[in-house]
């Protein structure tokens, strides 16, 4: 049992650049989420899916979007990098309602 | 959402109890007490959640005031590996919002031999 797994675990972009980062669970969770980590701060959602095919903003969408074709994957895109959007950003997944969640190692970003 | 305090940082010998304390003073009725833990360069990690009643489970005990304005995490043995940031969160039961979590900045535990 994987868990969340995280794809790429180490990225550098050069401003302006484009990529995807990849959020995969095989636990069969109906919940996924995008965060982001910055230094000396709590985690902050970016983005957030009930379910296979819905997407919700968090508190810091700007700049990012995501797409959940498949319930087990929750895809987090960022069309044109800044460096602001440097920082480490976690998975998580979760069952439904009352469950604890399932966090992804993470993948480190960084824009240059 | 409801606010939580934390100390910024608490320190322990390794092998003894461990109480780290969260007020929330703000909770509502149906707010849930979650407690994750961030161990360097890892993702959180779920440690354990309750709604009124103390709960146990094999990687903590949650104290729960009976106004549910504070509680504590309780760790019964603290080892080397329990060195992390420990996020005390209120979280709605609301599931057509996801109920997201929203992080502090924690209590950073710093254990010592």
């Known amino acids: 049992n994987a868990g969340v797994t995280q794809t790429p675990k180490f990225r550098v972009l050069k401003t302006g650049q484009s990529m995807t980062l990849l959020c995969a669970q095989d636990m069969n969770h109906e919940y996924m989420y995008w965060y982001r980590q910055d230094p000396g701060m709590g985690l902050r959602l970016i983005h957030y899916s009930v379910g296979e095919g819905t997407t919700a903003k968090g508190e810091v969408p700007d700049g990012y979007n995501v797409s959940r074709l498949k319930k087990q994957n929750f895809l987090l895109g960022l069309e044109s990098a800044a460096p602001s959007q440097t920082s480490v950003y976690f998975c998580?997944?979760?069952?439904?309602?009352?469950?604890?969640?399932?966090f992804g190692s993470g993948t480190r970003l960084t824009v240059v | 959402d409801a606010k939580t305090t934390q100390p910024n940082s608490m320190e322990s010998n390794e092998e003894e109890p461990v109480h780290l304390p969260c007020n929330h003073s703000t909770i509502s009725g149906t707010d849930y007490i979650h407690w994750y833990r961030q161990l360097p360069s890892q993702g959180p990690e779920y440690v354990i959640h309750?709604?009124?009643s103390n709960v146990n489970n094999r990687m903590a005990s949650l104290a729960i005031a009976e106004d549910r304005k504070s509680s504590t995490l309780i760790l019964h043995r603290a080892t080397l590996r329990d060195a992390a940031v420990y996020y005390c969160i209120l979280r709605a039961p609301n599931p057509g919002t996801a109920s997201k979590l929203t992080f502090g900045t924690g209590t950073r535990l710093q254990v010592t031999l």
């Open positions: 309750g709604l009124t």
């Open positions: 998580a997944s979760r069952k439904r309602a009352n469950y604890g969640y399932t």
